[in-house]
């Protein structure tokens, strides 16, 4: 998971590695909506990233 330490990562970093890999982008992440808010919107959606085959 890219996202253990907090760090981001670019969409041109992205699409290099989907270029390297001959992927698409929704090969290797989702992204995922947080719980709505009190208000009845999401705040922020995360994104997942995908370890062997399975979704982090």
């Known amino acids: 998971n890219m996202s253990k330490e907090g760090k981001h990562i670019s969409m041109d970093t992205l699409a290099r590695i989907c270029e390297t890999l001959n992927c698409e982008i ?3 992440i989702e992204l995922v909506p947080d719980e709505p808010t009190s208000t009845g919107g999401k705040e ?3 994104i ?3 370890n062997n085959g399975k979704w982090n």
Do not use: A
């Open 44 to 46: 922020h959606e995360r």
């Open 48 to 50: 997942e990233t995908k």
């Open 26 to 28: 929704t090969d290797v």
